[in-house]
């Protein structure tokens, strides 16, 4: 009886001794770096949605990227991470097949970049994400179709994207990073607006979105913001033009080719300053939190007109013989009217 009990046990540990050494084994071959294709660093792997970890393993096999499929998928089981998300993953030269497992169960995909620069329009942004072949059929989308994939529940939707770096992966659409973008800016405008100066000449947020986008068009330079906007904002408060060149650029569209005319000063376009009283209808391009900020926080003084000095800043000035003093003197030999100011004219 003794000599049975020994001699099971002898197999019961000899057993044990052979799966424990299975597994180290197997752990082992799993803590192996991968193999790439040759001359290949790293290699982007597409995980379609509802495909299994089992599906996947097998897929890696077939292009000999993956040596145990079988075994990779039975720790996974065993440890109880056989999750996988859908997207594009990068598989590293190096790498071994656990830890591309634990890529998979993280959700760990590629995340690309696009950028947008503050002062781009509609049209702009459009036309950045249609040169990502993954956003390719933006363009055949119209403006309406694009805004309400995109939820902006607007009549226009210039000045509602927020200008930043936004991230997104293989599985994002355009209207996914027009929406967040959109979100963004009612979130950064609604607190701008709560915290506003008293006495401004806005009668909504969205005039002062409007007046963003003009700073942000008339200035790169981030210390004139502010004294941009208290020229723009003290000529609304005396009923003067605001008699600004990109808002006549904007109305022009595509009809502007570079330089503005005389002709074109006196088209009669909602966008033409110099021909409207007050606001154009509609922002003119995406303004950043800081043109919001210097449109909600203009800077006090008595300046009425500015004119540009040719080095990026501008001169301004009281009055308008002083200004036209500044356009001779920064302006000589161009064209012969005035920058961006004048008193209030009539039709």
């Given at each position: 009886?003794?000599?049975?009990l020994?001699?099971?046990?002898?197999l019961?540990?000899?057993?044990l001794?052979?799966a424990?050494?299975?597994?180290?084994?197997g752990?082992?071959?799993?803590?192996?770096?991968?193999?790439?294709?040759?001359?290949?660093?790293?290699?982007?792997?597409?995980?379609?949605?509802g495909?299994s970890?089992?599906?996947?393993n097998?897929?890696?096999?077939?292009?000999?990227?993956?040596?145990?499929?079988?075994?990779?998928?039975?720790?996974?089981r065993?440890?109880?991470?056989?999750?996988?998300?859908?997207?594009?993953?990068?598989?590293?030269?190096?790498?071994t097949a656990?830890?591309?497992?634990?890529?998979f169960?993280?959700?760990?995909v590629?995340?690309?970049q696009?950028?947008?620069?503050?002062?781009?329009?509609?049209?702009?942004?459009?036309?950045?994400?249609?040169?990502?072949?993954?956003?390719?059929?933006?363009?055949e989308?119209?403006q309406?179709?694009?805004?309400?994939?995109?939820s902006?529940?607007?009549?226009?939707p210039?000045?509602?994207?927020?200008?930043?770096?936004?991230?997104?992966?293989?599985?994002?659409?355009?209207?996914?990073?027009?929406a967040?973008?959109?979100?963004?800016?009612?979130?950064?405008?609604?607190?701008?607006?709560?915290?506003?100066?008293?006495?401004?000449?806005?009668?909504?947020?969205?005039?002062?979105?409007?007046?963003?986008s003009?700073?942000?068009?008339?200035?790169?330079?981030?210390?004139?913001?502010?004294?941009?906007?208290?020229?723009?904002?003290r000529?609304?408060?005396?009923?003067?033009?605001?008699?600004?060149?990109p808002?006549?650029?904007?109305?022009l569209?595509?009809?502007y080719?570079?330089?503005?005319?005389?002709?074109?000063?006196?088209?009669?376009?909602?966008?033409?300053?110099?021909?409207?009283?007050?606001l154009?209808?509609?922002?003119?391009?995406?303004?950043?939190?800081?043109?919001?900020?210097?449109?909600?926080?203009?800077?006090?003084?008595?300046?009425?007109?500015?004119v540009?000095?040719?080095?990026?800043?501008?001169?301004?000035?009281?009055?308008?013989?002083?200004?036209?003093?500044?356009?001779?003197?920064?302006?000589?030999?161009?064209?012969?009217?005035?920058?961006?100011?004048?008193?209030?004219?009539?039709?």
């Amino acid at each position: 009886m003794l000599r049975r009990l020994l001699r099971s046990l002898a197999l019961l540990t000899a057993f044990l001794a052979c799966a424990f050494g299975f597994v180290l084994i197997g752990y082992y071959e799993l803590q192996e770096p991968i193999k790439l294709p040759q001359g290949q660093s790293a290699l982007v792997w597409p995980v379609n949605k509802g495909s299994s970890l089992t599906q996947v393993n097998r897929q890696l096999h077939k292009r000999e990227v993956l040596s145990h499929p079988k075994l990779l998928s039975l720790y996974a089981r065993v440890s109880g991470r056989s999750a996988i998300q859908a997207g594009h993953y990068q598989i590293e030269q190096g790498e071994t097949a656990l830890q591309l497992l634990e890529k998979f169960n993280r959700g760990a995909v590629i995340s690309y970049q696009i950028t947008f620069p503050e002062g781009w329009n509609f049209q702009q942004w459009v036309a950045q994400l249609a040169a990502i072949e993954q956003f390719a059929k933006i363009s055949e989308f119209s403006q309406e179709q694009l805004m309400a994939a995109a939820s902006i529940d607007k009549a226009h939707p210039e000045g509602w994207l927020f200008p930043d770096t936004y991230s997104y992966t293989h599985d994002d659409r355009a209207a996914d990073i027009l929406a967040r973008a959109h979100r963004k800016m009612l979130q950064v405008l609604d607190q701008a607006w709560q915290g506003r100066a008293q006495g401004l000449p806005y009668s909504s947020a969205y005039e002062a979105l409007i007046m963003a986008s003009i700073v942000e068009k008339e200035t790169g330079q981030v210390a004139e913001r502010t004294a941009i906007a208290g020229v723009f904002v003290r000529r609304l408060d005396k009923g003067m033009r605001l008699q600004t060149d990109p808002t006549v650029i904007y109305g022009l569209g595509s009809a502007y080719k570079g330089n503005i005319t005389r002709q074109h000063l006196k088209m009669l376009t909602p966008y033409n300053t110099y021909r409207i009283n007050g606001l154009p209808p509609t922002p003119i391009a995406m303004p950043s939190a800081a043109a919001i900020e210097a449109a909600l926080h203009p800077e006090a003084g008595t300046s009425l007109y500015f004119v540009a000095r040719g080095d990026g800043g501008h001169h301004f000035s009281d009055s308008l013989e002083e200004h036209q003093k500044a356009v001779r003197q920064y302006q000589i030999n161009q064209r012969a009217v005035d920058y961006q100011s004048a008193p209030k004219a009539k039709n």
